[in-house]
């Protein structure tokens, strides 16, 4: 079977249906190669379950149980402190047919496999909100069973933006810090930059366009330009001595990149020491 049809015809379940759960189901729906009718949800708060089955128009299952007989991949959604207490007593019910996808921070592929010895298709995925506007970065890491279902599994993953596949790990955790964090740390900068025009007498609304418009333009062009190295497209809109270099001059001398540097590494270290406080029930 191609992988689009094994995508279509794919069962799939959420165990937790919060905000990244829904910015999923979202991407899933919105590229029309999933229909409504192929995905059921759980969720702990029934009111939530009921509110969230009803806005998406997708099926909810009584039990965590009746959702895994269900379906062919399931994505784990609940927040990482909650992962092992969900899982533990529901373990069982997972089999060698199952795909099970964690999108939980912090939980390695080997403990999830631990945790469910009897599926042996694992997945971690770490997408971001940005999924429900198809741009998101889906870094995915999977276990050597998973292997053979590779195009339908990246298929699936692509509905939310570009699926890249990592080794789990530094790759995943550097992934996760320059992609997902990284949507906060370009947030940062675009409050500068708003900050910056509102200050010298831009209106709000328009200060706001021009950051977003100035952000897209780059990006667009990075995205364009393939072949062409961003330091090369940096080079072509400075002029020796020009308005760009003056402030670009400065940029370096005050050290800017040393500054991502050690805020890239802070963040690195961080999800490090969340996925250490994250241990299973004895
Ligand atoms: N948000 C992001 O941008 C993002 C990005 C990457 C990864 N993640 C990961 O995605 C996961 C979910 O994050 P989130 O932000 O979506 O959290 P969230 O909004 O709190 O959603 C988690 C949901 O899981 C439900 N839940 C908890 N235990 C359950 C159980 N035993 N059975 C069924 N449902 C259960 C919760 O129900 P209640 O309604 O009772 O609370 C809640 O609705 C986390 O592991 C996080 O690390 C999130």
Request: some cysteine; charged content about 25%; proline content about 4%.
């Amino acid at each position: 079977m191609i992988a689009r049809d094994h995508v279509q015809n794919a069962k799939i379940g959420f165990i937790g249906a919060g905000n990244l759960a829904q910015a999923v189901i979202r991407a899933f729906i919105d590229s029309k190669i999933i229909s409504r009718e192929n995905i059921t949800i759980t969720n702990r708060n029934e009111k939530k379950l009921e509110r969230v089955s009803q806005e998406f128009q997708v099926r909810a299952a009584k039990t965590n149980e009746e959702l895994i007989e269900r379906s062919d991949i399931v994505f784990i959604a609940v927040k990482p402190q909650d992962f092992y207490q969900c899982i533990e007593p529901i373990a069982q019910a997972f089999n060698e047919d199952h795909v099970v996808a964690s999108l939980a921070a912090g939980i390695s592929l080997q403990s999830i496999q631990k945790l469910i010895p009897s599926a042996p298709k694992v997945l971690r995925v770490m997408p971001t909100t940005a999924a429900k506007i198809k741009k998101s970065v889906v870094a995915f890491a999977y276990t050597p069973a998973v292997q053979p279902h590779l195009s339908w599994v990246t298929e699936l993953l692509s509905t939310m933006g570009l699926a890249v596949p990592v080794e789990d790990g530094e790759m995943m955790r550097s992934i996760l810090v320059a992609a997902s964090s990284g949507i906060g740390f370009v947030y940062e900068l675009m409050m500068y930059w708003n900050e910056w025009l509102e200050e010298h007498g831009i209106d709000a609304q328009t200060a706001r366009k021009v950051t977003v418009q100035t952000f897209e333009a780059a990006a667009a062009m990075a995205g364009h330009e393939r072949d062409t190295s961003i330091s090369e497209l940096q080079r072509k809109v400075v002029s020796p001595k020009g308005v760009t270099a003056a402030g670009l001059d400065s940029m370096r001398e005050l050290e800017i990149e040393r500054a991502l540097r050690i805020s890239f590494e802070k963040a690195a270290l961080r999800d490090q020491e969340l996925g250490q406080m994250i241990v299973p029930r004895n």
